[in-house]
């Protein structure tokens, strides 16, 4: 758990606030903002005037299209709550990057702790992956086995048909007995 003004955030929360925009996990300015202790627009104030510390792979501005994606898919009631513009989102590296230009003590220990839930989640990330495989290569060749007792139930059924037509086309040989005359008659 993270100290916010001694306040403490559950992990889960800060775990509810990474996203997934292009294939990247990030974190909106809004919600920095606020784990930071700082107004939403002197964080962007900040990240403009250190434009050059932050490369695309730790900060990009979001589009129209995905912003109302956010929107409408996450609980954000609207726009208007992403600060009225398209806001910035910030990757694990541009959230630490962010807390060295913002340069308070809050920003530093809340970056440390964001950093720990993004590698947290990487590593959940990457036993999921695991299992993953596992179960495709579990599917994979029970699917072999699929085919093949298919096959046999197949051949299983086309041997009982023959079966019955078998046994209904044969005639039965043999004796008859007859009761009366306690002698056998050839049928």
Same mark, same amino acid.
């Given at each position: 758990?993270?100290?916010? =003004?001694?306040?403490?955030?559950?992990?889960?929360?800060?775990?509810? !606030?990474?996203?997934?925009?292009?294939?990247?996990?990030?974190?909106?300015? %809004?919600?920095?903002?606020?784990?930071?202790?700082?107004?939403?627009?002197?964080?962007?104030?900040?990240?403009?005037?250190?434009?050059?510390?932050? $490369?695309?792979?730790?900060?990009?501005q979001l589009n129209e299209?995905?912003? =109302?994606?956010?929107?409408?898919?996450?609980?954000? $009631?609207?726009?208007?709550h992403l600060g009225g513009?398209?806001?910035?989102?910030?990757?694990?590296?541009?959230?630490?990057?962010?807390?060295?230009?913002?340069?308070?003590?809050?920003?530093?220990?809340?970056?440390?702790?964001?950093?720990?839930?993004?590698? %947290?989640?990487? !590593?959940?990330?990457?036993? =999921?992956?695991?299992?993953?495989?596992f179960i495709q290569a579990?599917?994979?060749?029970?699917?072999?086995?699929?085919?093949?007792?298919?096959?046999?139930?197949?051949?299983?059924?086309?041997?009982?048909?023959? !079966?019955?037509? !078998?046994?209904?086309?044969?005639?039965?040989?043999?004796?008859? %007995?007859?009761?009366?005359?306690?002698?056998?008659? %050839?049928?």
């Amino acid at each position: 758990m993270a100290k916010k =003004n001694n306040v403490l955030i559950p992990d889960e929360i800060l775990m509810n !606030k990474i996203y997934v925009i292009r294939d990247q996990k990030v974190m909106l300015d %809004r919600d920095l903002a606020q784990l930071y202790n700082v107004k939403p627009f002197r964080l962007r104030e900040q990240v403009k005037r250190n434009a050059d510390k932050f $490369p695309p792979h730790f900060m990009f501005q979001l589009n129209e299209e995905e912003t =109302n994606f956010m929107v409408s898919q996450n609980a954000i $009631p609207s726009k208007q709550h992403l600060g009225g513009a398209l806001p910035l989102v910030f990757t694990e590296y541009g959230a630490l990057q962010l807390a060295n230009v913002l340069n308070s003590a809050v920003a530093t220990k809340m970056s440390i702790h964001i950093i720990e839930i993004f590698m %947290r989640m990487r !590593k959940l990330i990457s036993e =999921n992956e695991e299992i993953i495989k596992f179960i495709q290569a579990l599917e994979q060749k029970t699917n072999g086995n699929t085919k093949s007792i298919e096959l046999l139930f197949e051949y299983m059924d086309e041997m009982m048909t023959k !079966k019955e037509v !078998k046994s209904k086309a044969m005639k039965v040989i043999g004796f008859k %007995r007859c009761i009366k005359t306690k002698s056998a008659k %050839r049928v």
